[in-house]
Protein backbone atom coordinates (compact mmCIF):
# COMPACT_ATOMS: atom_id res chain seq x y z
CA UNK A 1 0.00 0.00 0.00
CA UNK A 2 1.46 3.59 -0.74
CA UNK A 3 2.58 5.95 2.02
CA UNK A 4 0.48 9.31 1.63
CA UNK A 5 3.56 11.42 2.94
CA UNK A 6 5.03 10.05 -0.29
CA UNK A 7 2.51 12.12 -2.42
CA UNK A 8 3.49 15.71 -3.45
CA UNK A 9 0.27 18.22 -3.95
CA UNK A 10 -0.42 17.50 -7.46
CA UNK A 11 -0.12 13.70 -7.03
CA UNK A 12 -2.64 13.74 -4.31
CA UNK A 13 -4.66 15.55 -6.52
CA UNK A 14 -4.44 12.99 -9.33
CA UNK A 15 -5.49 10.63 -6.85
CA UNK A 16 -8.58 12.42 -5.72
CA UNK A 17 -9.27 12.64 -9.43
CA UNK A 18 -12.19 9.99 -9.80
CA UNK A 19 -13.75 10.61 -6.58
CA UNK A 20 -15.07 14.24 -8.18
CA UNK A 21 -14.27 15.36 -5.02
CA UNK A 22 -13.57 19.43 -5.16
CA UNK A 23 -9.88 20.27 -6.51
CA UNK A 24 -9.28 22.19 -3.66
CA UNK A 25 -9.70 19.49 -1.41
CA UNK A 26 -5.67 18.44 -2.43
CA UNK A 27 -4.55 21.34 -0.57
CA UNK A 28 -6.52 20.96 2.19
CA UNK A 29 -4.96 17.61 2.91
CA UNK A 30 -1.59 18.06 1.94
CA UNK A 31 -1.61 21.33 4.46
CA UNK A 32 -3.02 19.11 7.22
CA UNK A 33 -1.34 16.17 6.59
CA UNK A 34 1.94 18.43 6.68
CA UNK A 35 1.12 19.75 10.07
CA UNK A 36 1.20 16.59 11.27
CA UNK A 37 -2.60 15.85 12.04
CA UNK A 38 -3.28 11.88 11.53
CA UNK A 39 -5.94 11.37 8.78
CA UNK A 40 -8.63 10.45 11.21
CA UNK A 41 -8.44 13.87 12.74
CA UNK A 42 -8.47 16.13 9.56
CA UNK A 43 -12.12 16.89 10.51
CA UNK A 44 -12.25 20.07 7.52
CA UNK A 45 -13.04 17.30 5.13
CA UNK A 46 -15.80 14.82 5.05
CA UNK A 47 -15.49 11.82 7.12
CA UNK A 48 -16.14 9.31 4.00
CA UNK A 49 -13.14 11.48 2.40
CA UNK A 50 -11.04 10.52 5.78
CA UNK A 51 -12.32 6.86 5.41
CA UNK A 52 -11.56 6.57 1.98
CA UNK A 53 -7.52 7.74 2.48
CA UNK A 54 -7.13 5.36 5.10
CA UNK A 55 -8.17 2.17 3.27
CA UNK A 56 -6.47 3.32 0.17
CA UNK A 57 -3.13 4.45 1.56
CA UNK A 58 -1.33 3.74 4.46
CA UNK A 59 -2.06 6.94 6.69
CA UNK A 60 0.31 5.90 9.46
CA UNK A 61 3.24 8.23 11.25
CA UNK A 62 5.48 6.40 12.78
CA UNK A 63 5.42 5.24 16.37
CA UNK A 64 7.71 6.45 19.16
CA UNK A 65 9.15 3.61 21.14
CA UNK A 66 11.19 5.81 23.20
CA UNK A 67 11.97 9.43 24.26
CA UNK A 68 15.12 10.41 25.95
CA UNK A 69 15.71 13.99 27.50
CA UNK A 70 19.01 15.25 27.70
CA UNK A 71 19.58 17.89 30.72
CA UNK A 72 20.82 20.25 27.65
CA UNK A 73 16.85 20.23 26.49
CA UNK A 74 18.04 17.86 23.49
CA UNK A 75 15.76 15.04 22.82
CA UNK A 76 15.95 11.93 21.02
CA UNK A 77 13.34 9.58 19.75
CA UNK A 78 13.62 6.19 18.75
CA UNK A 79 10.69 5.74 16.52
CA UNK A 80 9.38 2.44 14.60
CA UNK A 81 7.93 2.12 11.18
CA UNK A 82 5.58 -1.02 11.39
CA UNK A 83 4.70 -2.88 8.31
CA UNK A 84 2.90 -6.26 7.54
CA UNK A 85 4.53 -8.16 5.22
CA UNK A 86 1.48 -10.32 4.27
CA UNK A 87 -0.75 -7.51 3.79
CA UNK A 88 -2.54 -9.95 1.42
CA UNK A 89 -3.60 -11.97 4.11
CA UNK A 90 -6.60 -10.87 6.78
CA UNK A 91 -5.06 -11.37 10.42
CA UNK A 92 -1.81 -11.59 9.77
CA UNK A 93 0.48 -10.95 12.45
CA UNK A 94 4.20 -10.76 10.63
CA UNK A 95 5.01 -7.26 11.10
CA UNK A 96 8.36 -5.87 10.59
CA UNK A 97 9.58 -2.98 12.49
CA UNK A 98 11.93 -0.97 11.23
CA UNK A 99 13.70 1.35 13.89
CA UNK A 100 15.18 4.65 13.00
CA UNK A 101 16.14 7.22 15.41
CA UNK A 102 15.43 11.49 15.27
CA UNK A 103 17.16 14.26 17.56
CA UNK A 104 15.91 17.37 18.59
CA UNK A 105 18.31 19.65 19.78
CA UNK A 106 17.35 23.41 20.77
CA UNK A 107 19.86 25.71 19.47
CA UNK A 108 19.59 29.93 19.70
CA UNK A 109 18.76 30.32 16.38
CA UNK A 110 15.88 27.70 16.58
CA UNK A 111 14.91 23.95 16.91
CA UNK A 112 17.40 21.70 14.50
CA UNK A 113 16.13 17.71 13.69
CA UNK A 114 18.25 15.30 13.06
CA UNK A 115 16.41 13.03 10.64
CA UNK A 116 17.36 9.33 9.43
CA UNK A 117 17.55 8.65 5.58
CA UNK A 118 17.78 5.10 6.11
CA UNK A 119 17.47 1.94 8.45
CA UNK A 120 21.00 1.20 9.41
CA UNK A 121 23.33 1.98 6.82
CA UNK A 122 25.69 0.30 4.61
CA UNK A 123 29.07 1.99 4.80
CA UNK A 124 30.54 0.47 7.70
CA UNK A 125 32.61 3.54 9.25
CA UNK A 126 34.21 1.85 12.32
CA UNK A 127 33.30 4.76 14.75
CA UNK A 128 29.51 4.42 13.85
CA UNK A 129 26.65 2.96 15.76
CA UNK A 130 24.42 3.15 12.55
CA UNK A 131 26.19 0.93 10.23
CA UNK A 132 26.92 -1.48 12.70
CA UNK A 133 24.58 -4.22 11.59
CA UNK A 134 24.60 -3.05 8.09
CA UNK A 135 21.53 -1.67 5.60
CA UNK A 136 17.72 -2.95 6.43
CA UNK A 137 16.52 -0.48 3.83
CA UNK A 138 16.33 2.86 2.12
CA UNK A 139 13.73 5.18 3.53
CA UNK A 140 10.83 6.70 1.55
CA UNK A 141 10.63 10.37 1.04
CA UNK A 142 7.51 10.50 3.13
CA UNK A 143 9.02 7.87 5.73
CA UNK A 144 11.88 10.67 6.14
CA UNK A 145 9.17 13.64 5.76
CA UNK A 146 6.82 11.66 8.70
CA UNK A 147 10.00 11.87 10.85
CA UNK A 148 10.00 16.11 10.55
CA UNK A 149 6.13 16.34 10.62
CA UNK A 150 5.38 14.15 13.53
CA UNK A 151 8.45 16.18 15.98
CA UNK A 152 7.23 19.42 14.81
CA UNK A 153 3.51 18.62 15.91
CA UNK A 154 4.88 17.61 18.75
CA UNK A 155 6.96 20.12 19.90
CA UNK A 156 5.53 23.34 18.63
CA UNK A 157 3.20 25.59 20.05
CA UNK A 158 0.62 28.56 18.81
CA UNK A 159 3.48 30.47 18.40
CA UNK A 160 6.70 28.62 17.37
CA UNK A 161 7.54 25.87 15.19
CA UNK A 162 8.91 22.94 17.12
CA UNK A 163 11.65 22.10 13.96
CA UNK A 164 12.79 24.92 12.13
CA UNK A 165 15.73 23.46 10.75
CA UNK A 166 16.97 19.86 9.37
CA UNK A 167 19.79 17.98 9.15
CA UNK A 168 20.35 14.59 7.58
CA UNK A 169 23.04 13.21 10.11
CA UNK A 170 20.87 10.67 11.51
CA UNK A 171 21.46 7.23 10.53
CA UNK A 172 22.21 6.23 6.77
CA UNK A 173 23.96 7.42 4.13
CA UNK A 174 21.62 10.13 2.51
CA UNK A 175 23.54 9.82 -0.62
CA UNK A 176 22.66 6.21 -0.72
CA UNK A 177 19.21 6.66 -1.13
CA UNK A 178 19.62 9.42 -3.44
CA UNK A 179 15.94 9.67 -5.12
CA UNK A 180 13.74 9.56 -2.47
CA UNK A 181 15.75 11.60 -0.31
CA UNK A 182 15.74 14.36 -3.60
CA UNK A 183 12.15 14.05 -3.18
CA UNK A 184 12.31 14.59 0.57
CA UNK A 185 14.10 17.74 -0.28
CA UNK A 186 11.07 18.68 -2.67
CA UNK A 187 8.72 17.75 -0.16
CA UNK A 188 9.32 19.50 2.87
CA UNK A 189 10.31 22.52 0.73
CA UNK A 190 6.77 22.33 -0.30
CA UNK A 191 5.11 26.15 -0.01
CA UNK A 192 1.28 24.50 0.76
CA UNK A 193 3.11 21.96 3.16
CA UNK A 194 5.89 23.02 6.50
CA UNK A 195 7.83 24.59 3.85
CA UNK A 196 11.46 24.70 5.44
CA UNK A 197 13.47 26.66 3.67
CA UNK A 198 16.56 24.76 1.82
CA UNK A 199 19.33 26.92 3.40
CA UNK A 200 18.08 25.86 6.87
CA UNK A 201 18.57 22.47 6.08
CA UNK A 202 21.76 20.30 6.13
CA UNK A 203 23.00 16.93 4.06
CA UNK A 204 25.87 15.12 5.63
CA UNK A 205 27.54 12.55 3.48
CA UNK A 206 30.43 10.08 3.67
CA UNK A 207 31.29 11.40 0.58
CA UNK A 208 29.97 9.49 -2.52
CA UNK A 209 31.72 11.42 -5.14
CA UNK A 210 29.75 11.16 -8.36
CA UNK A 211 26.20 11.59 -6.07
CA UNK A 212 27.99 15.07 -4.49
CA UNK A 213 28.33 16.02 -8.12
CA UNK A 214 24.61 14.87 -9.22
CA UNK A 215 23.76 16.77 -5.81
CA UNK A 216 25.25 20.11 -7.08
CA UNK A 217 23.71 19.94 -10.76
CA UNK A 218 20.23 19.86 -8.45
CA UNK A 219 20.39 23.55 -7.55
CA UNK A 220 19.36 23.35 -4.39
CA UNK A 221 20.28 25.62 -1.81
CA UNK A 222 21.17 22.80 0.79
CA UNK A 223 24.24 23.41 2.84
CA UNK A 224 26.49 20.36 2.50
CA UNK A 225 28.34 18.62 5.15
CA UNK A 226 31.37 16.41 4.36
CA UNK A 227 32.47 13.43 6.60
CA UNK A 228 35.82 13.52 5.75
CA UNK A 229 37.38 12.64 9.51
CA UNK A 230 41.28 11.93 8.22
CA UNK A 231 43.45 14.50 6.62
CA UNK A 232 45.28 12.03 4.37
CA UNK A 233 43.89 8.69 2.56
CA UNK A 234 45.77 5.78 4.15
CA UNK A 235 44.27 7.15 7.28
CA UNK A 236 41.01 7.76 6.24
CA UNK A 237 40.66 4.21 4.67
CA UNK A 238 41.38 2.31 8.09
CA UNK A 239 38.15 4.34 9.64
CA UNK A 240 36.20 4.86 6.38
CA UNK A 241 35.80 1.86 3.66
CA UNK A 242 34.14 4.46 1.14
CA UNK A 243 37.86 6.30 1.08
CA UNK A 244 39.00 3.18 -0.92
CA UNK A 245 36.45 4.12 -3.50
CA UNK A 246 37.18 7.73 -4.18
CA UNK A 247 40.27 9.96 -2.60
CA UNK A 248 40.13 12.66 -0.99
CA UNK A 249 41.42 15.14 -3.55
CA UNK A 250 38.57 13.55 -5.51
CA UNK A 251 36.30 14.59 -2.55
CA UNK A 252 37.53 17.89 -2.21
CA UNK A 253 37.29 18.26 -6.08
CA UNK A 254 33.20 17.61 -5.67
CA UNK A 255 33.17 19.71 -2.67
CA UNK A 256 34.63 23.03 -5.07
CA UNK A 257 32.16 21.80 -7.77
CA UNK A 258 28.89 21.80 -4.90
CA UNK A 259 30.34 25.83 -4.20
CA UNK A 260 30.54 26.88 -7.45
CA UNK A 261 27.13 25.50 -8.64
CA UNK A 262 25.27 27.00 -5.02
CA UNK A 263 27.54 29.27 -3.69
CA UNK A 264 26.87 27.31 -0.67
CA UNK A 265 29.90 27.35 1.81
CA UNK A 266 31.00 23.41 2.33
CA UNK A 267 31.56 22.21 5.72
CA UNK A 268 34.11 19.44 6.56
CA UNK A 269 33.20 17.38 9.76
CA UNK A 270 36.03 15.99 11.54
CA UNK A 271 35.54 13.98 14.30
CA UNK A 272 39.05 13.96 16.14
CA UNK A 273 40.19 10.29 17.52
CA UNK A 274 42.50 8.40 19.55
CA UNK A 275 43.85 4.98 18.51
CA UNK A 276 44.86 2.56 21.48
CA UNK A 277 45.24 5.60 23.28
CA UNK A 278 47.76 7.97 20.81
CA UNK A 279 46.41 10.59 18.64
CA UNK A 280 45.02 8.79 15.51
CA UNK A 281 43.53 11.94 13.56
CA UNK A 282 44.53 15.35 15.64
CA UNK A 283 48.24 15.13 15.98
CA UNK A 284 49.23 19.47 15.38
CA UNK A 285 50.99 18.14 12.18
CA UNK A 286 47.38 16.82 10.99
CA UNK A 287 46.03 20.24 11.19
CA UNK A 288 48.36 21.46 9.12
CA UNK A 289 47.56 18.56 6.64
CA UNK A 290 43.54 19.24 6.86
CA UNK A 291 44.06 22.73 6.42
CA UNK A 292 46.68 22.66 3.04
CA UNK A 293 43.60 20.12 1.96
CA UNK A 294 40.80 22.81 2.06
CA UNK A 295 42.34 26.28 1.82
CA UNK A 296 41.34 28.67 -0.84
CA UNK A 297 37.85 27.89 -1.17
CA UNK A 298 34.77 28.93 1.52
CA UNK A 299 34.51 25.67 3.43
CA UNK A 300 34.34 25.59 6.99
CA UNK A 301 35.94 22.81 9.47
CA UNK A 302 33.42 21.12 12.22
CA UNK A 303 35.12 19.60 14.73
CA UNK A 304 33.53 17.50 16.89
CA UNK A 305 35.36 14.96 19.97
CA UNK A 306 34.44 11.27 18.98
CA UNK A 307 31.24 9.84 20.96
CA UNK A 308 32.71 6.03 22.43
CA UNK A 309 30.14 3.53 21.14
CA UNK A 310 28.81 1.74 24.23
CA UNK A 311 29.07 -1.11 23.10
CA UNK A 312 32.01 -1.73 21.60
CA UNK A 313 33.61 -3.35 24.71
CA UNK A 314 37.31 -4.03 22.20
CA UNK A 315 36.66 -0.04 21.52
CA UNK A 316 40.03 1.17 20.53
CA UNK A 317 39.15 4.68 18.79
CA UNK A 318 38.22 7.02 21.67
CA UNK A 319 38.31 10.80 22.21
CA UNK A 320 41.29 13.52 22.95
CA UNK A 321 41.36 15.46 26.01
CA UNK A 322 40.11 18.72 25.35
CA UNK A 323 43.40 20.16 25.43
CA UNK A 324 44.51 17.88 22.60
CA UNK A 325 40.85 18.94 20.82
CA UNK A 326 41.43 22.47 21.35
CA UNK A 327 45.54 22.86 20.52
CA UNK A 328 44.04 21.06 16.88
CA UNK A 329 41.45 23.80 16.33
CA UNK A 330 44.32 26.42 17.06
CA UNK A 331 46.45 24.74 14.58
CA UNK A 332 43.66 24.62 12.04
CA UNK A 333 43.14 28.15 12.32
CA UNK A 334 46.59 29.40 12.23
CA UNK A 335 47.19 27.54 9.03
CA UNK A 336 44.29 29.91 7.32
CA UNK A 337 40.72 27.95 7.64
CA UNK A 338 37.78 28.50 9.33
CA UNK A 339 37.08 26.18 12.01
CA UNK A 340 35.06 25.56 15.44
CA UNK A 341 34.61 22.93 17.97
CA UNK A 342 30.67 21.26 18.09
CA UNK A 343 29.71 20.84 21.16
CA UNK A 344 28.77 16.96 21.92
CA UNK A 345 24.99 17.88 22.59
CA UNK A 346 22.92 15.40 24.63
CA UNK A 347 26.45 13.48 26.05
CA UNK A 348 24.23 11.97 28.51
CA UNK A 349 21.82 10.53 26.39
CA UNK A 350 22.49 7.95 23.58
CA UNK A 351 24.10 11.26 21.84
CA UNK A 352 25.96 10.05 18.34
CA UNK A 353 23.78 8.85 15.35
CA UNK A 354 22.37 5.25 15.61
CA UNK A 355 23.49 4.44 19.23
CA UNK A 356 19.88 4.41 20.72
CA UNK A 357 18.96 2.05 18.20
CA UNK A 358 21.75 -0.04 18.56
CA UNK A 359 20.99 -0.16 21.98
CA UNK A 360 17.40 -1.30 21.72
CA UNK A 361 18.75 -3.91 19.15
CA UNK A 362 21.01 -5.01 21.31
CA UNK A 363 18.75 -5.65 23.81
CA UNK A 364 16.35 -7.54 21.79
CA UNK A 365 18.62 -9.99 20.68
N1 LIG B 1 25.99 9.09 6.75
C1 LIG B 1 26.20 10.48 6.78
C2 LIG B 1 25.33 11.22 7.76
C3 LIG B 1 25.08 10.63 9.12
S1 LIG B 1 26.32 10.63 10.33
C4 LIG B 1 27.67 10.78 7.08
O1 LIG B 1 28.37 9.88 7.44
O2 LIG B 1 28.06 11.92 6.89
C5 LIG B 1 26.51 12.30 10.91
C6 LIG B 1 27.93 12.61 11.35
O3 LIG B 1 28.26 11.97 12.59
C7 LIG B 1 28.98 12.15 10.36
O4 LIG B 1 29.97 13.13 10.21
C8 LIG B 1 29.53 10.93 11.05
O5 LIG B 1 30.79 10.61 10.55
C9 LIG B 1 29.52 11.34 12.49
N2 LIG B 1 29.59 10.25 13.47
C10 LIG B 1 29.06 9.03 13.41
N3 LIG B 1 29.33 8.34 14.52
C11 LIG B 1 30.07 9.15 15.33
C12 LIG B 1 30.65 9.01 16.61
N4 LIG B 1 30.54 7.88 17.29
N5 LIG B 1 31.32 10.06 17.12
C13 LIG B 1 31.43 11.21 16.43
N6 LIG B 1 30.90 11.42 15.22
C14 LIG B 1 30.22 10.39 14.65
FE1 LIG C 1 26.84 5.39 7.60
FE2 LIG C 1 27.47 7.94 8.13
FE3 LIG C 1 27.61 6.05 10.03
FE4 LIG C 1 29.38 6.05 8.05
S1 LIG C 1 29.13 7.66 9.61
S2 LIG C 1 28.30 4.26 8.85
S3 LIG C 1 28.11 6.72 6.36
S4 LIG C 1 25.78 6.75 9.01
Redesign the pocket.
Known amino acids: MKYIYDLTLDELKDVLKPLNAPQFRAGQIFTALHQGIPVPDITNIPKDLRVWLNENFNCNLPEIVTVQTSKDGTKKYLLAYKQNLNSERENSENLQTDLIECVLLNQNYGNTLCVSSQVG ?1 R ?1 G ?1 R ?4 GKNGLVRNLTAGEILAEVLLINRLNSTSTTRGVTNIV ?7 LDNYDNVMQFLRLVTAPTGINISARNISL ?3 GLVPQIKKFADENTQVNL ?3 L ?1 APNDELRQQIMPIAKRYTIRELVDAAKYYFEKTHRRVIF ?1 Y ?1 LMMKDGKTFNCAVGQARELANLVRGFPAHINL ?6 HFDANAVLTPPSREIAMTFMDAVIKNGVSCTMRKNKGDDIDG ?3 QLRLRHLNQLN
Open positions: CMCFCASLMGSGEPSTSCISHESINLNPLACG
